[in-house]
């Protein structure tokens, strides 16, 4: 069902790079939120895009960054890369105002920091 | 920030059993999500359900926001509902794509 498209699809970058990922939201969705999920966790929030602003943010630095785009397409940017970074990202799409306030999440991206 | 709390952390069963995965919060809630994740990495929605009981074939879930609790029931479990099962929930007043996951309850069913 889920529309939600997510690339690449795994990257690899060493500690200090600067990495960008991308997710184009399910059709008729407005709003887009990025989650880090590291091995053997559920996910955690990292910030919600609506109206190419930012929306809520989770407990992570500012070197993570996001965009969202007129289409509701958006980006992830991630600077000074650290070996912690090295998780799945995922992103999840809704459409605010809708009584069912579901999140469809993409396959995700699965970023190793060597 | 609230807690959400997932049990049993691992289950095992033979094709056929059913199950009751729990999930447990410790505020109010407008907003709670279950989800399959399956071995390649994807997030299944199964359901929405801040309050109430729905069902979805073999699946079905139950909340009961004013005890702080949410049941997924799986019957007639299948190989292919392997994989690992989270409870999501929204704390209410934040903003609506902040979802606060649990640890997630790994189930394995062999054939």
């Known amino acids: 069902e889920t529309g939600v498209t997510q690339s690449p699809t795994h990257l690899i970058k060493t500690r200090g790079q600067q990495v960008t990922l991308r997710c184009s939201s399910q059709s008729g969705h407005n709003t887009v939120s990025w989650y880090q999920q590291a091995l053997g966790q559920g996910p955690q929030f990292i910030f919600q895009?609506?109206?190419?602003?930012?929306?809520g943010r989770g407990n992570f630095p500012p070197r993570f960054s996001g965009l969202q785009f007129p289409n509701y397409s958006s980006e992830l940017n991630v600077n000074a890369l650290e070996l912690d970074d090295s998780a799945l990202y995922l992103c999840?799409?809704?459409?605010?105002?809708?009584?069912?306030?579901?999140?469809?999440f993409g396959s995700g991206t699965q970023l190793s920091v060597l | 920030g609230i807690q959400v709390e997932q049990s049993p952390p691992d289950l095992i069963l033979q094709e056929g059993a059913n199950s009751t995965l729990r999930c447990n919060f410790s505020?109010?809630?407008?907003?709670l999500q279950w989800f399959h994740q399956n071995p390649w990495g994807q997030l299944i929605n199964l359901f929405y359900?801040?309050?109430g009981t729905k069902q979805n074939g073999r699946l079905s879930a139950t909340t009961v926001a004013t005890e702080r609790y949410s049941l997924l029931y799986i019957s007639s479990s299948q190989t292919t509902d392997s994989g690992v099962y989270f409870c999501?929930?929204?704390?209410?007043?934040?903003?609506?794509?902040?979802?606060?996951f649990g640890q997630g309850t790994i189930l394995t069913v062999h054939p």
């Open positions: 505020d109010s809630v407008n907003n």
């Open positions: 999501a929930v929204v704390v209410g007043g934040t903003s609506y794509g902040k979802l606060t």
């Open positions: 359900i801040p309050s």
């Open positions: 999840a799409s809704s459409q605010v105002g809708q009584h069912n306030e579901k999140l469809f």
């Open positions: 895009y609506y109206r190419e602003e930012e929306n």
